[in-house]
Nanobody, 115 residues
């Protein structure tokens, strides 16, 4: 089993920055990729950014150039640096850890971008 816990959400003005953290614990040696997803009210959950064990990354088109995903070597923590935030980035952000057996999800952290 893998447990993931997100932190770092909050209220920020448009143009501001936030850094989300995702702490993984348990059988982290089984993880081969981790990612951040988000879900806004009335919308489906969508992938924001993903990073693999080989440090390959991919991003949603809407966040390219503004968000950066990174991780420590041991998969203990994954980060999402969010810059130039827009009101449309407002959502609950979920961390996801992928193993060959299953996906693991955190409880989510709220990000609100508003003046």
């Amino acid at each position: 089993q893998v447990q993931v816990v997100e932190s770092g959400g909050g209220l920020v003005q448009p143009g501001g920055s936030l850094r989300l953290s995702c702490a993984a614990s348990g059988s982290i040696s089984r993880i081969y990729a981790m990612g951040w997803h988000r879900q806004a009210p009335g919308k489906q959950r969508e992938l924001v950014a993903r990073i693999t064990s080989g440090n390959s990354t991919n991003y949603a088109d809407s966040v390219k150039g503004r968000f950066t995903i990174s991780r420590d070597k041991a998969w203990n923590t994954v980060y999402l640096q969010m810059n130039s935030l827009k009101p449309e980035d407002t959502a609950v952000y979920y961390c996801n850890a992928q193993s060959l057996i299953k996906n693991y999800w955190g409880q989510g952290t709220q990000v609100t971008v508003s003046s």
